[in-house]
């Protein structure tokens, strides 16, 4: 069956402190037979007094609740295909800080960028980086550089006359 799992065996030092608490042990030699605090011992047998043995029992951590509902998260992949111009951002990229801002905009939620990058990703989207460019770049005086003047500053190899030794 394998090795129990981490809240099982917390489980069952709790069970077993019930149990010998029910053959008249005293808490103090309880906790020192389990190896825990006698304040540990105090509170399960609060828990099993006012609970029954089921109060002893291991429970999942609960989790933050998450600040959107399914149904609102369903809606992001709808909002961004109307493309981030539509939310007034200049160009048509979506990055975690924009999508954190329409989730606000929308549903009065904040998120942090990464967060809803992550929500992004689930949705089966990719937040993307925006290019930014000046807007006065000539693309063909850049091509022409890089043709004519680029080889003659390019760093070049040093060539070897010598045989290599191998």
Do not use: C
């Amino acid at each position: 069956m394998g090795a129990p799992k981490k809240a099982d065996w917390r489980e069952e030092r709790r069970k077993q402190a019930w149990k010998l608490k029910q053959q008249g042990w005293q808490q103090k030699d309880i906790a020192k037979a389990l190896g825990v605090s006698k304040g540990a011992v105090s509170q399960w047998m609060k828990q099993a007094r006012e609970g029954g043995i089921e109060a002893l029992k291991a429970h999942p951590p609960k989790g933050v609740k998450p600040k959107l509902s399914i149904e609102q998260q369903a809606q992001i992949p709808g909002l961004l295909v109307e493309g981030a111009e539509a939310y007034g951002f200049r160009g048509d990229v979506w990055t975690g800080k924009r999508i954190a801002e329409v989730i606000y905009r929308s549903f009065g939620v904040r998120y942090h960028p990464d967060h809803a990058g992550r929500l992004l990703r689930e949705a089966g989207w990719s937040p993307q980086q925006p290019i930014e460019r000046a807007t006065q770049r000539n693309e063909e005086a850049i091509k022409q550089w890089y043709e004519d003047r680029w080889p003659a500053i390019k760093k070049k190899p040093k060539t070897r006359n010598t045989p290599s030794s191998g």
